[in-house]
C-alpha cells in the first residue's frame, strides 16, 4: 500500500480543509494510506480524527526560517513512513522547503492548490 502524507498546518474550516479531508477519503478508497499532519486544537484535526484518518499533531510554523519547526515535521514525516508529502497552503511551503532541504532530501512535495481541481 502506497503512503501519502497531506500537511496543512490552517485553522479555518472552509473550502481548503473540506476538500483536504475529501482527498483524503477519495484516495483511501483507492487504496492508499493517507496520513494528515494538522495543528492539535484545529477543526481540520478533530474533522479527521473523527473520519478515523491516520493522524499526526503538529505546530503552526513560523513565518520566516523555522529550522526548528522543519526538522520537527521532516523527523514526524520520516517516522510515519511517508515518501510523498501534499502540501495545501502556500503558507506551509516554507517550513516544507527547509524540511526537505536540510533534513529529508528523499522527501518528494506536492504543492496542490484546490482551487485547480
Do not use: C
Request: proline share 1%.
Amino acid at each position: 500500500m502506497k503512503k501519502i502524507g497531506f500537511f496543512i498546518t490552517s485553522n479555518g474550516w472552509g473550502g481548503l480543509e473540506m476538500n483536504t479531508l475529501k482527498l483524503a477519503g477519495w484516495l483511501r478508497q483507492r487504496g492508499y494510506q493517507i496520513s494528515v499532519f494538522a495543528v492539535k486544537d484545529s477543526r481540520l484535526y478533530e474533522e479527521a480524527e473523527a473520519a478515523g484518518a491516520d493522524l499526526h499533531a503538529t505546530e503552526l510554523p513560523g513565518k520566516h526560517f523555522d529550522l526548528v519547526n522543519a526538522r520537527r515535521i521532516s523527523e514526524l514525516v520520516r517516522s510515519a513512513g511517508i515518501k510523498v508529502l501534499f502540501v495545501f497552503d502556500n503558507r506551509d511551503i516554507s517550513v516544507i522547503s527547509l524540511a526537505k532541504t536540510f533534513f529529508y532530501k528523499d522527501l518528494k512535495v506536492i504543492y496542490q492548490q484546490h482551487m485547480q481541481i
